[in-house]
């Protein structure tokens, strides 16, 4: 099969189109025929070698969590094969820059039959991450007032979808520029970005962007108020009434696939921006690393 690799870590020029065998399913996988890729930040990280300290890859390495596509093969349980899937591969596997993935069962969601199998791959990481941040670790509760800084972005979009459908009343912490998206994807205030607030205080901070443009908001949480962040840009913590505390996401088809039927219900919409060959891998991340695109950059093998 074709697969993007690397070999070294580096910029998005270390990124090579190969050969390679097809995988196998073992006992509680499945075989995936890929038809679109997600191309997350992370998958740029990993290639920077950001955390081959902690976690050192073995090189050659095919990098990518996101994938949707077609089941090849089952041994078990509910997928089939036939079923259109959208899975998160595990992050010290990864390998969702290929024509064929193998992902644990448990991370593969059935998709509804009119879901764009693009939208579908642009939905693991993202949406997870969002949706984990305001369920599990704030648990936002009804009546709550959130802070979701980047709330028109990738993860900010689908943690203000969680946050409403929990009757939390939202304040998007956005540029001023994304005003208008952010209130009409359901933010009930905007907090721009740079500027002084002069509103309520927070019950809790969900942040996707990071950095000292953020501390000026974070400051306004309410004592006892929890941070959670998924930037690795780390926000000054001087003055802040919280640590903001990182999380990781992690797996959860019932979670995927009630996603996935939100989206092709039309009661949030995921932009993909763009569409690229598999053989276009490095300007997918070189796209992705810039956050110019408005929407997400998929690869389609």
Known sequence: MRAVQFNQYGG????????????????????????????????????????????????PHVPGYDVAGIVESSDAGDVRSGDRVAAMLPSHRQGAY???VVAPEANCAILPPDLDLAVAAALPTAGLTGVQMIEEQL?????????????TGAVGRFALHAA???????????????????????ADAVAVLGEAWAGETFDAVADT??????????????????????????????????TPVFFPVHADAPRLAQLASDVAAGHMSVPVAMRLPLSDAAQAQQLTETGRQRGKVVLEP
Request: contains cysteine.
């Open 209 to 242: 962007v990071g950095g000292a443009i953020v501390a000026p908001l974070c400051r306004h949480l309410r004592a006892g108020g929890l941070i959670r962040t998924v930037s690795t840009t780390p926000i000054p913590v001087d003055g802040l009434p919280a």
């Open 164 to 186: 409403k459908a929990r009757g939390a009343k939202v304040v998007a912490g956005v540029r001023e520029e994304y005003r208008a998206e952010a209130l009409a994807m359901g």
């Open 98 to 100: 290929a024509e064929w």
């Open 139 to 151: 648990d936002v509760q009804p009546g709550q007032t959130i802070l979701i800084t980047g709330a």
């Open 12 to 59: 998005p020029d270390v990124l090579q189109l190969a050969e390679r065998e097809t995988p196998v399913a073992g006992p509680g996988e499945i075989l995936i025929r890929v038809a679109a890729i997600g191309v997350n930040p992370a998958d740029c990280k990993w290639r920077q070698g950001m955390f081959a300290e902690r976690v050192p890859l073995s090189l």
